[in-house]
């Protein structure tokens, strides 16, 4: 007795579990059959320009945290001079730190950020390797009984994660979450013990929603 076992085309079509998806674009649910469009090339060019010029350079965002200095190897008149623009240097670390705040990237801080109902827009690169580490993002966005719809933005090509991730100065990025902005109680709890005052930091809140 011969048992069927439906093509790569048809699983890829209408896949019946999880591991027959062949991409991310349609995926199995408890709910029905998942279908994400995919945006096009110029629509992917376009926001990962944006992303680049209107976030990642004014918000001079680093992802990994370099040891600037050697304070017993470096002369005394330099110390002075790092000294004098420590203003600076907090409104520039200020920054930084509001936009990390907002942006989570990878599978752990992105599901985190869904689960607690904190994600304001969703990007996921349709190329993600394993995708079904990647299902439920689309299922926890989609799901029927949600209380909103967070919008998702699913990236074309065969190295979308690999310009996502050179776009935020990384080497590979298969998800980024974007965070709702705090409440105005958690945002004064958190100006309260920062140097930068309330004004700018409205003012960078603005630009990520902007």
Same mark, same amino acid.
């Given at each position: 007795?011969?048992?069927?076992?439906?093509?790569?085309?048809?699983?890829? @079509?209408?896949?019946?579990?999880?591991? =027959?998806?062949q991409?991310?674009?349609i995926?199995a649910?408890?709910?029905?059959i998942?279908k994400?469009?995919?945006?096009?090339?110029?629509?992917?060019?376009?926001?990962?320009?944006? *992303?680049?010029?209107?976030?990642?350079?004014?918000?001079?965002?680093?992802?990994? %945290?370099?040891?600037?200095?050697?304070?017993?190897?470096?002369?005394?008149?330099?110390l002075?001079?790092?000294?004098t623009?420590?203003?600076? *240097?907090?409104?520039?670390k200020?920054?930084?730190?509001? *936009?990390?705040?907002?942006?989570?990237?990878?599978?752990?801080?992105?599901?985190?950020?869904l @689960?607690t109902?904190?994600? !304001?827009? %969703?990007i996921?690169?349709? =190329?993600?390797?394993e995708?079904?580490?990647?299902?439920?993002?689309?299922?926890?966005?989609?799901?029927?009984?949600?209380?909103?719809?967070?919008?998702l933005?699913?990236?074309? +090509?065969?190295?979308?994660?690999?310009?996502? +991730?050179?776009?935020?100065?990384?080497?590979?990025a298969?998800? %980024?979450?974007?965070?709702?902005?705090?409440?105005?109680?958690? !945002?004064?709890?958190?100006s309260?013990?920062?140097?930068?005052? =309330?004004?700018?930091?409205?003012?960078?809140?603005?630009?990520? =929603?902007?």
């Open positions: 007795m011969s048992v069927y076992r439906p093509t790569k085309r048809q699983r890829h @079509e209408a896949p019946i579990s999880p591991f =027959d998806a991409s991310l674009n995926i649910s408890a709910f029905g998942l994400t469009p995919v945006v096009s090339s110029t629509e992917k060019e376009i926001i990962l320009n944006r *992303l680049k010029k209107e976030i990642v350079t004014p918000f001079e965002l680093t992802l990994s %945290v370099p040891r600037l200095y050697n304070r017993n190897a470096v002369p005394a008149s330099t002075n001079q790092i000294k623009s420590k203003k600076v *240097l907090k409104v520039t200020s920054k930084t730190q509001t *936009l990390k705040s907002r942006l989570h990237i990878g599978v752990n801080q992105g599901t985190r950020a @689960e109902k904190e994600a !304001q827009l %969703v996921l690169c349709n =190329d993600a390797q995708c079904t580490i990647y299902q439920h993002v689309i299922r926890h966005v989609k799901h029927p009984k949600a209380d909103e719809q967070v919008p933005v699913l990236l074309p +090509g065969s190295r979308a994660a690999f310009e996502l +991730g050179e776009t935020l100065g990384i080497n590979r298969s998800l %980024v979450v974007f965070a709702k902005r705090p409440n105005d109680k958690l !945002q004064e709890n958190r309260s013990t920062s140097d930068v005052d =309330d004004g700018k930091i409205k003012m960078y809140h603005d630009k990520i =929603d902007s």
